[in-house]
């Protein structure tokens, strides 16, 4: 198929409104940005180690090229102003704090960090509580906060459950343990020795919760490849959530000498977004 040739060459939005003068004066330096509309309402925030490249490259976005949120985005535009940051990890953090706390339109990531969740645990009488959850006031022992916990949580409900009713099938499940919906609590009657494995696993300092879900599913009989795939995915779920999310929490708790088994949402998001930016060549 041919593809269609253009017979006008694409529109520079944000070269016509703020000429190639402004773009040469911004700073080849970390920093953070905001685009503005015609109300001066700030449309996206973003951060770059070399803020004169980034914003320079919306010069030259193209419709069969770049998204169409971003080619929304530039077409939009009606003020750019910048802020120049000690460094490029600076820089991540004062954009987390502008996500945070203007939260615009263009913008998806980190603008509500309070979507993590905490896993709240109750031990009593024989038996264990697993909640998912926002709230910090909530009964019983907590942890993270985790990004990306409700698939994670729900294969480690479902495991938990197996682990309880080994002489069961996924026939015998509960609705709500295979559902798409999210879950929230589920409760279970476990050996003291899989119980006490949980706190462990839920604190970043031991896999060994996995590795005994692990013995108790491989004697357990599935009737229909579905129910064994399910299975071997959560197991896997669960082992990758572990150095994900209680780990890093762990490694996050261990930085800031804090003896409290959760940390806040924003905290973590800042966490982990420093690790990206250090990762990051420079």
Known sequence: MNEQLRLLPAPKP????????????????????????????VLYVGQSGDLRARLNSYRHVHPDRDS????????????????????PVNAVLKENEL?????????????????????????????????????????????????GASWPFASLCRLLFIASHTDLNFGHFPSRLLSTAPLRTQSFSLEEAVASLMDDYLAGESMNLVEALTDVCSTVEMRTPFEQNLMLADLIAVDEFFERGPRKV?????????????????????????????ALPL
């Open 68 to 87: 169409r949120k971003t080619v929304r985005l530039v077409h939009l535009v009606r003020r750019i102003d910048w802020e120049v940051c000690d460094s």
């Open 14 to 41: 944000l070269t016509e409104r703020l000429g190639t003068a402004f773009f040469r004066g911004i700073p080849c330096a970390p920093g953070v940005y905001r685009m503005f509309d015609e109300a001066g309402v």
């Open 99 to 147: 996500l945070r706390t203007l939260r615009p339109r263009f913008n998806r990531m980190n603008v509500y960090p309070k979507a993590c969740f905490f896993i709240a645990m109750e031990k009593e009488e024989g038996r264990l509580r697993l909640t998912l959850t926002r709230d910090t006031t909530i009964p019983g022992k907590l942890f993270g906060a985790f990004k």
């Open 250 to 278: 762990r490694r996050l708790k261990e930085k800031l000498t804090r003896s409290a088994s959760w940390v806040q949402p924003e905290v973590l998001v800042d966490f982990l977004a420093t690790e990206c930016a250090q």
